[in-house]
């Protein structure tokens, strides 16, 4: 089983170079399974025992699923990311060079590992604004799939250093080539892949993105490669563990954020009130009021999912010597005494019990002390909506490269924990304690 789904992963995330993208797709899967759509804008009445979504800026979502029985409920919560890090083009994209190429002015987005980026085939993708006759504005997607640009590195000849250390700069290093002596159209590209005029195009969020295909390698086929597995590879997981998933008490949610590599701190982001403007309105839509939705908060349960750093095989000097972790040696748990991570005695002790039940491998990562690491979605969440959580990944390598290493078997995992997540009851019995019933 861990295979097919290896191989569903990897299709999923070769559909989508954007966040933008990932949406889209998640959007068309809960559609195909039964879900009805949302919007924040409109008047919600919802039912129980259906299934809803809603997404805002078109690169976030959250899924839901009302129970039958919710009278005492809580929210059982499983929350990702949709984005990765990446080269975005500026609005005045085309720079010309003596007259004779034409590059994209692009800055990063993220903490991406630049030389990655370099002498690969690389397209573009991302949304376009498009003015409509009746006045409005609408969003359409665009993905040239084409091997468009490339970012090619300079002559070891020219640069004897690139060896020694080199460092990257983002504004002259990492620039893509895009044309000859075409200047001017870029834009006129983007009109004609949408079947539209150019001076219908009122704005766009558009980036690069790396066309290598995804690979399942290695010896015995264990190990696999692609772009965007963070965090792509756990919101699919996430996806599968929920669909499908029935629990009468609670309401299971699934999120998908945006804009975690920047922080949050967007209105799409985990930052911002919008898990918690959804969670109100389910709240008061079941005909509850404001201490019904306190109660309910106090029962709940995260599990923020973001990929986990594994040991490198040739600098195992860069983890901690017990608290570390393995490709395909199951799902990660990841803490932080300073609460990078959110996960703490209780919200361990209940995933190790949610594990056990799903006959899930457990791992355990800790930075070593002497190091800072990355900060994640769980703990930021939590400012808005204060719940149980636990911080947890899949393990791999090259973490914020254009192409990243992950095992075949771990999604597989993570699949099986999510759907015990969604298939669990939980309820508060105590300031400390947490009850959980099938």
Same mark, same amino acid.
């Given at each position: 089983?861990?295979?097919?789904?290896?191989?569903?992963?990897?299709?999923?995330?070769?559909?989508?170079?954007?966040?933008?993208?990932?949406?889209?797709?998640?959007?068309? $899967?809960?559609?195909?399974?039964?879900?009805?759509?949302?919007?924040?804008?409109?008047?919600?009445?919802?039912?129980?025992?259906?299934? +809803?979504?809603?997404?805002?800026?078109?690169?976030?979502?959250?899924?839901?699923?009302?129970?039958?029985?919710?009278?005492? +409920?809580?929210?059982?919560?499983?929350?990702?990311?949709?984005?990765?890090?990446?080269?975005?083009?500026?609005?005045?994209?085309?720079?010309?060079?003596?007259?004779? *190429?034409?590059?994209?002015?692009?800055?990063?987005?993220?903490?991406? $590992?630049?030389?990655?980026?370099?002498?690969?085939?690389?397209?573009?993708?991302?949304?376009?604004?498009?003015?409509?006759?009746?006045?409005?504005?609408?969003?359409?997607?665009?993905?040239?799939?084409?091997?468009?640009?490339?970012?090619? !590195?300079?002559?070891?000849?020219?640069?004897?250093?690139?060896?020694?250390?080199?460092?990257?700069?983002?504004?002259?290093?990492?620039?893509?080539?895009?044309?000859?002596?075409?200047?001017?159209? =870029?834009?006129?590209?983007?009109?004609?892949?949408?079947?539209?005029?150019?001076?219908?195009?009122?704005?766009?969020?558009?980036?690069? +993105?790396?066309?290598?295909?995804?690979?399942?390698?290695?010896?015995?086929?264990?190990?696999?490669?692609?772009?965007?597995?963070?965090?792509?590879?756990?919101?699919?997981?996430?996806?599968?563990?929920?669909?499908?998933?029935? !629990?009468?008490?609670?309401?299971?949610?699934?999120?998908?954020?945006?804009?975690?590599?920047?922080?949050?701190?967007?209105?799409?982001?985990?930052?911002?009130?919008?898990?918690?403007?959804?969670?109100?309105?389910?709240?008061?839509?079941?005909?509850?009021?404001?201490?019904? *939705?306190?109660?309910?908060?106090?029962?709940?349960?995260?599990?923020?999912?973001?990929?986990?750093?594994?040991?490198?095989?040739?600098?195992?000097? *860069?983890?901690? /010597?017990?608290?570390?972790?393995?490709?395909?040696?199951?799902?990660?748990?990841?803490?932080?005494?300073?609460?990078?991570?959110?996960?703490?005695?209780?919200?361990?002790?209940?995933?190790?019990?949610?594990? /056990?039940?799903?006959?899930?491998?457990?791992? +355990?990562?800790?930075?070593?002390?002497?190091?800072?690491?990355?900060?994640?979605?769980?703990?930021? /969440?939590?400012?808005? @909506?204060?719940?149980?959580?636990?911080?947890?990944?899949?393990?791999?390598?090259?973490?914020?490269?254009?192409?990243?290493?992950?095992? @075949?078997?771990? /999604?597989?995992?993570?699949?099986? =924990?999510?759907?015990?997540?969604?298939?669990?009851?939980?309820?508060?019995?105590?300031?400390?304690?947490?009850?959980?019933?099938?």
């Amino acid at each position: 089983m861990y295979q097919k789904t290896a191989e569903e992963m990897l299709s999923f995330i070769q559909k989508n170079p954007t966040a933008f993208h990932a949406v889209a797709t998640l959007k068309a $899967i809960l559609q195909e399974n039964g879900y009805a759509e949302l919007l924040e804008s409109g008047k919600w009445n919802l039912e129980q025992g259906k299934n +809803y979504f809603v997404c805002r800026n078109d690169s976030s979502i959250i899924a839901f699923q009302l129970g039958t029985e919710l009278e005492e +409920y809580s929210f059982n919560i499983a929350s990702s990311h949709t984005d990765s890090p990446v080269f975005k083009l500026k609005e005045k994209a085309e720079l010309e060079v003596n007259g004779k *190429y034409v590059k994209l002015n692009t800055e990063g987005y993220g903490g991406m $590992i630049c030389s990655t980026w370099l002498d690969r085939p690389l397209s573009i993708a991302g949304r376009v604004m498009v003015r409509q006759e009746d006045g409005g504005i609408a969003t359409t997607l665009v993905d040239f799939d084409r091997d468009m640009v490339l970012i090619p !590195n300079a002559a070891i000849h020219m640069n004897r250093q690139v060896n020694e250390g080199y460092n990257f700069n983002k504004q002259v290093d990492m620039l893509p080539l895009f044309a000859g002596q075409e200047k001017g159209s =870029l834009m006129a590209l983007v009109a004609k892949e949408l079947g539209v005029e150019e001076s219908q195009i009122l704005g766009s969020d558009l980036y690069l +993105y790396n066309r290598d295909r995804p690979s399942v390698w290695g010896c015995n086929g264990e190990f696999m490669s692609s772009g965007r597995l963070d965090d792509q590879e756990c919101a699919f997981a996430s996806l599968q563990g929920f669909l499908g998933a029935v !629990n009468p008490k609670s309401v299971n949610v699934l999120a998908c954020f945006d804009n975690e590599e920047v922080g949050s701190g967007t209105k799409q982001g985990a930052a911002s009130t919008f898990l918690q403007d959804v969670l109100r309105r389910i709240n008061l839509s079941l005909g509850k009021g404001e201490e019904d *939705y306190l109660r309910a908060i106090a029962s709940s349960f995260m599990l923020s999912a973001d990929n986990a750093h594994a040991v490198h095989p040739n600098h195992p000097e *860069y983890t901690d /010597a017990n608290n570390c972790t393995y490709m395909n040696e199951g799902v990660v748990v990841k803490s932080h005494a300073g609460q990078k991570y959110t996960s703490d005695g209780m919200s361990i002790a209940v995933v190790k019990e949610l594990a /056990a039940r799903a006959e899930v491998p457990l791992q +355990y990562f800790a930075n070593r002390s002497d190091k800072v690491g990355g900060s994640t979605l769980g703990n930021i /969440a939590m400012a808005q @909506v204060s719940m149980k959580a636990v911080d947890i990944g899949l393990p791999q390598l090259a973490m914020h490269s254009c192409y990243e290493t992950a095992g @075949v078997k771990d /999604a597989w995992y993570m699949v099986k =924990l999510m759907r015990e997540l969604f298939t669990t009851h939980f309820q508060e019995t105590s300031p400390g304690g947490l009850k959980m019933v099938k």
